[in-house]
């Protein structure tokens, strides 16, 4: 599946290139039970955000507590997109409705 120029994969898609035997079995049935979401990656999360640096992920995930969680396979992480995608229309708050005038009106 694409997402704009970012490949957004199916969790079994990406379990089916690595060794299972390798992976613990709490992970295995962790895995099974995810299989329907669709996920990104590190990197595809941090492109999405504007080609930000792995220490902007970092930090948003020490700082940050509603900033999705991943899942951490190895040195790889991987973020459910629905999560993601909610986070982002979290931070989409309506502004307030308020009666001042702004800068650039000529009736001021």
């Known amino acids: 599946m694409n ?33 329907s979401v669709k996920y990104i990656t590190g990197k595809q999360l941090r492109l999405r955000y ?19 969680r991943p899942v951490v396979i190895g040195r790889s992480h991987f973020f459910a997109l629905n999560e993601v995608e909610a986070y982002e229309a979290r931070q989409r708050l309506p502004l307030p409705e308020t009666n001042q005038k702004t800068f650039d009106d000529p009736n001021d």
Not at 50 to 68: I, K, M, N, Q, S
């Open 50 to 68: 504007g080609d930000r640096d792995a220490v902007w992920l970092w930090r948003r995930l020490r700082t940050d507590p509603e900033f999705p």
């Open 3 to 35: 997402f704009g120029e970012i490949d957004v994969w199916p969790l079994d898609r990406i379990t089916s290139d690595l060794i299972l035997a390798d992976i613990p079995q709490q992970i295995r049935g962790s895995l099974a039970v995810q299989a």
